[in-house]
């Protein structure tokens, strides 16, 4: 009896020490991702050996043999795969955009020509009217350019066909004049040589004779001299100086007339932006504005009159309502296991009793821009095309724009597998274990994990039929729990630390405490999480994470959410950096 009484106590101590805070072991994932996996939750009310009866609910579950489907599951938006978009193409002053006048209502079915969005002209206005003094202006220029043109090349022709012709001809006049005059010098001096010799002529008249020769020979070799200067040299001189004259004034010609044309072009760069203002349908289709929400959740842009757009901005879609698609954004940790033509299964929010299907058509091969809140979780943006079914939906099953959508994955399927929900694992100093029911008492029974999917996991140690509980951190004072030695955690810590293949079942240890976590986000200490509870950056995986869909994360679904991070995540530790608490936000 006293000792029982030891034993029961030594129980209720350790079970009071469990209470505090359950540690939860690292989930060994082959690849992450949330899985939909059938196995049901057995609801048990029951007395054991005449004890008092268990509160009823889902607090047992009955080990199941059966299909394993691992699947990723993921958020997104339906979306048209081939839309037509009209944009702003009017060009934004500065920092500054185009305001929206007027824009047709969502949903409006519009034909080829038909009024989609009238932006403000105001603005080019005023440079329309500004643009068409400036070409005056240019016009002028040219006029006056083409003038001096003209008048270089008429200048040119006039010196080498009128005045050269003309200098040239005075100089062989002068030269004649010049020979002339010495040849009758001459013809004196020689008569006054004849008649001084006879002594008729003195010799001061015989001096003069001879002066004027020389005179006169000087006058010739003057005019022959400017007719060599103006042949060989003024004449190139000046020829070449009008032809610069010609070239500079055909340079600003053209000048002028290359500023004139793009003055025009400009004009008509402008009265194309007013035609750009208004937007006109071309082709058949029903109206969706292209808004668009900021990261925070908020609306960033809402086509609307008075909303500032930029260039090249989409305004308006035509989406093909026969080519639609979802668009999801999957956690950095899974998309290595992605690609393309993968099967996927689709359900819409908006359409609840419609299965639709699809595959993977493109897989983006860079993260989304984060957004402020997301504590550095990278995503990865999937397109998932609908397969439209011959003869098309039926007339309830219409998809539209903007729709919520949710995907799963088909990743990997195992046949005949052992599994348990995650809320039934629990560990004890690193050793992974269950409480099971037996028929007249509760065992501890120790296991190993393979795979698991958020909600269930692949198991060893078990057997099929038996009832492990799903809150195992409830039953601690009924069994006992073994001591691991400090050798056996040694020996844990270093198995844990081997490399392991995707089809090797093994036991993980270490990295972030979920129950440590658990506990200081724990606000009022009941052992769960309520989503006011999460910090912002874990409060849009909140569906997630609750793998069991009770709007609480107890400490066996945040363990899981955590492994499938960090294993999946391997890589990018390598890597540095990310690890598990960060994927999931908490910080």
């Known amino acids: 009896m006293h000792n029982q009484t030891n034993s029961a106590g030594r129980r209720q101590e350790r079970a009071g020490r469990r209470r505090g805070g359950v540690s939860i072991v690292w989930l060994v994932l082959g690849a992450g991702g949330m899985i939909v996996a059938t196995i049901g939750a057995v609801t048990v009310g029951w007395t054991l050996g005449g004890g008092e009866q268990e509160e009823a609910g889902p607090l047992f579950h009955k080990v199941a043999q059966g299909v394993f489907v691992y699947d990723i599951s993921s958020g997104g938006q339906?979306?048209?795969?081939?839309?037509?978009?009209?944009?702003c193409e009017v060009k934004?002053?500065?920092?500054?955009?185009?305001?929206?006048?007027?824009?047709?209502?969502?949903?409006?079915?519009?034909t080829p020509g038909d009024f989609l969005v009238k932006l403000d002209s105001s603005r080019i206005q005023t440079d329309l009217d500004k643009q068409r003094l400036t070409i005056n202006t240019a016009r002028a220029r040219v006029i006056q350019a083409q003038n001096n043109y003209d008048t270089a090349v008429i200048a040119l022709k006039e010196y080498t066909e009128g005045t050269y012709k003309q200098d040239e001809q005075t100089i062989l006049s002068s030269i004649f004049v010049a020979e002339e005059d010495l040849s009758r010098a001459q013809e004196y001096l020689r008569f006054s040589k004849r008649l001084a010799a006879k002594g008729y002529v003195t010799s001061q008249q015989l001096r003069a004779d001879e002066f004027a020769v020389e005179n006169a020979r000087n006058n010739l070799a003057t005019a022959k001299t400017q007719l060599t200067v103006l042949q060989q040299y003024t004449k190139e001189k000046n020829t070449k100086q009008f032809a610069a004259d010609i070239a500079s004034a055909k340079a600003i010609l053209e000048a002028e007339t290359n500023a004139d044309d793009l003055e025009k072009e400009k004009l008509k760069e402008i009265q194309s932006q007013i035609d750009k203002c208004t937007i006109r349908s071309t082709h058949a289709g029903k109206v969706v504005h292209a808004n668009r929400s900021s990261r925070r959740g908020g609306s960033e842009v809402v086509i609307e009159p008075g909303t500032v757009v930029r260039e090249h901005q989409v305004l308006i879609r035509l989406p093909d309502p026969k080519n639609m698609q979802v668009k999801a954004k999957v956690n950095e940790a899974h998309i290595r296991l992605i690609h393309e033509n993968m099967s996927v299964s689709i359900k819409i929010d908006a359409l609840p009793d419609a299965d639709f299907h699809g595959e993977i058509s493109r897989v983006n091969p860079y993260p989304e821009p984060g957004s402020w809140y997301g504590g550095g979780v990278k995503e990865f943006a999937v397109f998932v095309t609908i397969i439209r079914p011959e003869g098309g939906f039926q007339d309830d099953q219409e998809l539209k724009t903007g729709m919520t959508a949710q995907i799963s994955i088909h990743v990997d399927v195992q046949q005949d597998v052992l599994q348990i929900p995650v809320q039934a694992v629990n560990d004890n100093d690193g050793e992974l274990y269950c409480v099971v029911r037996g028929e007249s008492d509760w065992q501890y029974r120790k296991i190993t994990l393979g795979l698991t999917n958020s909600k269930t996991v692949i198991v060893q140690g078990l057997k099929v039929d038996e009832m492990v509980a799903m809150n195992p951190d409830r039953y601690l004072d009924k069994i006992d729990l073994p001591k691991i030695s400090a050798?056996?955690?040694?020996?844990?810590?270093?198995?844990?630390?081997?490399?392991?293949?995707?089809?090797?079942?093994?036991?993980?240890?270490?990295?972030?405490?979920s129950a440590e976590m658990l506990k200081r986000m724990d606000k009022n200490s009941d052992g769960r999480l309520s989503m006011d509870e999460l910090p912002a950056g874990m409060r849009s995986r909140f569906a997630e994470i609750d793998s069991n869909g009770d709007q609480m994360i107890d400490a066996g679904e945040l363990a899981a959410a955590m492994e499938n991070m960090k294993r999946s995540g391997g890589e990018g530790r390598r890597r540095g950096g990310n690890n598990a608490k960060q994927r999931l936000g908490a910080g």
Not at 78 to 87: G, L, M, T, W
Not at 92 to 110: A, C, D, H, L
Not at 489 to 501: G, I, L, Q, V
């Open 78 to 87: 339906v979306e048209s795969a081939n839309n037509i978009e009209f944009r």
């Open 92 to 110: 934004s002053q500065g920092s500054g955009g185009t305001q929206i006048i007027e824009v047709v209502p969502e949903g409006t079915v519009v």
């Open 487 to 513: 050798e056996d955690k040694k020996k844990f810590a270093t198995r844990s630390k081997r490399p392991r293949s995707k089809s090797k079942v093994a036991i993980r240890g270490g990295g972030p405490n």
